[in-house]
Structure formats: C-alpha cells, structure tokens
C-alpha cells in the first residue's frame, strides 16, 4: 500500500462531524492544508500508537476554545477520509500522521463554525433544499420525503443530521468566501498582464469542436495489476493512432478500439464549445492542439482520456440580447403583507391601463430605491443579471409594452421593455474571465493564510 505526503492525504479529509451518514448520501466534504510541522509533532507525541475503535474509550482529544472534540469524532473522521481514499484509487493508512492531519482538519472546521455563529451567517434554505434534491434524484428518488423516509428507515434522524450537515457546510464556504474575496486584490493592471500572457488564451470566444473518449478501467484503480493498467493503455494508444487519421469515422474508430476490452469506451464526438466552459485541465489541453492533432493519452483516477480537436471556429465577438427595462416594485416585508402588496400592484396596473405614464409611476410609489429615482429605469438587462422570475417575463413582454403583475422573492413587478439589442461584450467577457482565472491562482494561498491566522489565535490544546 503506498503511504502519500501530509499535503496529498490532505485533499480527504473529511470535515463532518455526522460522518457515521452512509458515503453515497453524504455532502461533499471541505478539505484543508495539513497542519504545521510543530502541531503536527505534538499531535503524534499525544496520539502514541494507532487510534482505532479497538483501543480508544471516548473522551476528549482536543479543547477548542470554549469547545470540545471528542476520540469518537476523530475516528469517524479518520474512517470517512480513508474510504474516500480508496474510493479515489489512493488509498491511506491509519498512522499517526494521517491522526495529526485529520484532527487539524477537524479543529479548523470547529474554528469556522464559531466564526459562522459570531457573524451570523445563514446560508440560502432554498439552496439546502435544492442540494438535498440534488442528492435525493442521484439515489433515484423523487422527492425530499422519499429521502427522508428512506435515511430514518435506516438510521432515525440520519435525515435531520444530513441536512445539518449541509447547512454547516454551506455556511462555512459561505464563510471562507467572505474572507479570501477580502483578501484578493485584483487590479486592471493585474488583468492587463493576465490578457497578455499565453495562458489567456483559453479566454478567447473561438469554438473548438472535439472528440473525447475515455478508457474506463477494469477495477478500482488501487486494485488493478501493472497487466490491467498496460492493457487500458495499450486501448488508449490504439484509439490515438487511429484519431490521428484525416476524416477518421469516430464510431468505427473507437468500435475498432474496443476489441476484447471487458468495459466499454466512453464518449465520442462533444460538438462544438468555448475553452473556456470546459474544466481547465481539458481546456489547456484542447486550446494547445492543431487542428486534427490528438493529445497523449491522459491517465485519471477514472480512466485513460484521447482527445482530439476536430475542427475550430474562429470569433472575436461575443453578442449577447440585452433588454432596456423600467420596473416598478411593491416590497413585501414585515410592514406590508403579501396580500396588501398585491393589492397595490393591482391598482397601479389598472392606472397603466388607463393611460398614466410609468416613469412617473415608478418614480412616485416603487420601493426599488435603486431605480425609483430614474422612473423605475434598469438600463441595459443582460440574460442571468436578474432572478429567473423576472427575467423570464421580460423576455416575454414585448418592446414598448409593459407586463401584468408578478411575484419574485422581493415582491410584486410590473416590468417595461424599451427596447433590445444584441451587445457586443468581448471585451468585457474576457477582463471578467481574467479576473476569475486570477482569483482561482491567488485563492488557495489566501484561504491557507487566513486558516493559518485563525488557528493561531485561537486556544488549541491537544490531549493525550
């Protein structure tokens, strides 16, 4: 079995503490940067041998501040990060430094649950519900009752635990996104040299038509012999020379591929696509190839993946609909109900109907403090500026006419459409891209500084 560096084992640690939920039904788990070579030490010298249900009686292992973690909690920690492991094909073992790893995990995850009660932070319910729905539709399941009926049938009160599972983990990503986006300063000279470097681009609005195929494995990747692994890549490899023919039929190729391989190849023709919708470790394979090139074969956890780019469009522009809209909004809140809300919408509704003006509308009785100043006006709307609601009416309402009444999650709308217009937004895509791509690189070195400064602050004691 081979044993993996304190920063490899790092990217399982799972950060639960409901962890006894079954693998399959669990939320994806926030990791952390191992801890520091002296925390490290001290919690080897405290932990001795192996910690194992076996030969550990529950107590407290560690004091967080004002709070505790106990043996029992590091055990379900360390057996959910060991089946992740091995679920990845990188299996670890139970040592004293996978311990040290998993409780510095654990401590900086109680660290920022603290940090999420003092600032208040509450995550979307509408977003538990729809991770929840997520999760129940992946176990082939329909409803939210059918996977609450189906965890309590197997555990009572797995379905409580599991969604304050989600509710914990949203909070601290909402958390650590508050923090590092305080932490990372972009600037346009940034974004200047960003563009400028040959790593901008995968920006570019080009469309790459590519064909992606995969090699499944027989096994689990940690189980398969040295003769599996060669016999996936000898498929790869033969898959690739056959790519590589101008005008090769795909479906033949690979069906030719296929041979006496037990696992059936993967994929085919993707169509065309922006580099950058794709994940990054394709996109800077794709964007490096010629036109009728195909890559070496990529070895994953999953497979071996042949890429070959089949053809590519050039553009420089990027258009998009935009809608000039005026909109007049009745708030619902806690000194007006949803019924009075509605009431007055109406009422304004039928004055438009009987010739007055919007703008002055707007102007006049619209809680939109943003807009009401302006006659309710928006200025120019692009697709997924606004919530789906009101989005989907405008497209619907026709230029130089206005909407009848609707409801979003901030009140009553009545919306107007001035005019529309396809927008050339290259420019603008491309400096927002940058940006990203900029967070991306700067973010995890940001999180790691902050995490670092959190525990130092805070009152750690490891027990033996």
Do not use: C
């Amino acid at each position: 079995m081979r044993v993996f560096s304190l920063r490899q084992t790092s990217r399982f640690v799972l950060l639960s503490m409901s962890a006894s939920l079954v693998l399959t039904l669990s939320a994806q788990a926030a990791t952390v940067k191992p801890a520091t070579a002296q925390a490290a030490t001290t919690a080897e010298q405290s932990s001795g041998n192996r910690l194992t249900p076996a030969n550990s009686t529950d107590g407290i292992i560690a004091l967080v501040n004002e709070n505790a973690i106990l043996k029992s909690d590091l055990i379900d920690a360390i057996t959910q990060t060991q089946a992740r492991a091995q679920a990845a094909g990188e299996p670890i073992e139970n040592s004293p430094q996978l311990q040290s790893e998993v409780l510095n995990a654990l401590i900086l995850r109680e660290l920022q649950l603290s940090m999420v009660k003092r600032v208040g932070l509450n995550p979307d319910e509408a977003a538990i519900n729809q991770r929840l729905g997520q999760i129940a539709q992946s176990e082939g399941l329909s409803s939210l009752s059918e996977l609450q009926q189906r965890l309590d049938a197997a555990q009572p009160g797995s379905y409580a635990a599991l969604r304050a599972q989600l509710i914990e983990e949203a909070s601290i990503q909402a958390l650590q996104q508050r923090q590092i986006s305080s932490r990372v300063r972009i600037s346009e000279q940034d974004i200047d040299a960003f563009l400028a470097s040959p790593e901008a681009k995968r920006l570019n609005q080009s469309e790459y038509q590519t064909i992606h195929v995969r090699v499944p494995y027989i096994d689990d990747y940690s189980r398969l012999s040295d003769a599996q692994r060669q016999e996936a890549l000898q498929v790869a490899q033969n898959l690739r020379d056959r790519l590589l023919e101008p005008n090769v039929n795909v479906a033949e190729a690979v069906a030719a591929s296929q041979g006496n391989y037990p696992i059936p190849l993967q994929g085919g023709d993707m169509g065309f696509h922006q580099a950058a919708s794709l994940p990054t470790e394709l996109s800077s394979e794709i964007t490096k190839l010629e036109v009728g090139a195909v890559s070496a074969p990529l070895v994953t956890p999953e497979g071996i993946d042949i890429i070959k780019l089949a053809d590519k469009k050039e553009s420089d522009k990027m258009l998009v609909p935009q809608w000039h809209t005026r909109h007049i909004l009745v708030k619902v809140d806690e000194l007006q109900t949803d019924a009075l809300a509605e009431q007055k919408i109406n009422d304004l509704y039928g004055q438009l109907r009987n010739g007055a003006d919007f703008a002055d509308l707007a102007s006049t009785y619209s809680d939109d403090p943003g807009s009401a100043g302006r006659g309710g006006d928006l200025d120019w709307v692009s697709e997924s500026d606004m919530v789906a609601p009101f989005e989907a009416v405008m497209k619907n309402t026709t230029v130089g006419d206005y909407s009848a009444p609707f409801k979003t999650q901030f009140g009553w709308h009545i919306l107007e459409v001035e005019g529309k217009r396809e927008q050339d937004v290259s420019e603008q895509y491309r400096r927002n891209m940058a940006r990203q791509a900029l967070y991306q690189r700067l973010a995890p070195q940001a999180k790691e500084d902050w995490l670092q400064e959190l525990r130092a602050g805070a009152y750690i004691q490891v027990l033996g």
